[in-house]
């Protein structure tokens, strides 16, 4: 599948890039054991311990040659301004969707909260909402981006190609990752980011397989939802959507 849109991005042939012919077996074990790590920590509530063992992963996959960065799309996009600004349109436009749709939906269809407590120190203290901001830009954005799109993407794309297809069960099952990693935010919220992982999936494919404008996107996705929180914005755009008080997460 050629890509979608020009988004002026460097372009990368995800089936002839490996530095080995790894064999399909071993590239599904690598994807499988990824995403198992992942979903167990989300769910124990010990995602940052199951990011750092799938780092850990990668790297050993890397030293062995079947992974390496340029095969999971990290390389400088052709235009760098074209690339900024979409993320920043995309993002900033899929954090509103999210706080005044996606949430509130998955909220009403579970009966459950969106629990977004690990980050509701940044409520009125904007020097924690700084803090949470390196964080983001710093590690959040760029580590997700890598594990769960540019490696169990890239993975999967090596399994089953490129056809339309096989792209949309690609980023069917890797959305389905992301959200379960973030299960320790609910049943809604699981939902929720599993939507938005999906979303970033797509951005992926139509980049040209080139992670820095999802990565772009998922940072502006943050900081905009947490610049809204900081305020109050998000409670009071939700509640005049939805005509109702939102309950607390717990």
């Not at 890509?3 to 499988?32: Q, R, Y």
């Not at 929180?229 to 009071?236: I, N, P, Q």
Request: hydrophobic share 50%.
């Amino acid at each position: 599948m050629n890509t979608l849109i020009n988004l002026g991005c460097s372009l990368w042939d995800p089936l002839e890039a490996s530095k080995i012919s790894d064999s399909p077996w071993v590239t599904l074990a690598l994807f499988s054991l990824a995403a198992i790590l992942l979903i167990v920590s989300g769910m124990k509530n010990k995602a940052s311990l199951g990011i750092m063992l799938v780092v850990g992963l990668i790297v050993i996959a890397a030293r062995l040659g079947l992974t390496s960065f340029a095969q999971m799309g990290f390389v400088p996009p052709a235009n760098w301004l074209n690339t900024v600004l979409l993320g920043l349109l995309i993002g900033s436009s899929l954090s509103f969707l999210s706080i005044i749709v996606i949430q509130p939906l998955f909220e009403n269809i579970t009966k459950q909260p969106h629990d977004v407590s690990i980050a509701e120190g940044v409520r009125g203290k904007w020097k924690s909402l700084l803090s949470w901001l390196v964080l983001i830009w710093t590690i959040v954005a760029f580590g997700e981006e890598i594990l769960f799109h540019g490696f169990l993407m890239s993975q999967l794309i090596k399994l089953l190609g490129t056809s339309s297809l096989a792209l949309g069960l690609n980023v069917l099952l890797t959305a389905i990752v992301f959200g379960l990693a973030h299960s320790y935010q609910g049943r809604s919220g699981t939902w929720s980011t599993g939507i938005i992982g999906a979303c970033l999936g797509v951005t992926y494919v139509l980049s040209g397989y080139n992670l820095w404008l999802p990565i772009l996107v998922h940072g502006m996705i943050d900081t905009v939802g947490l610049i809204l929180m900081s305020g109050g914005a998000d409670k009071r755009l939700r509640e005049l959507i939805w005509k109702r008080p939102l309950q607390p997460a717990g």
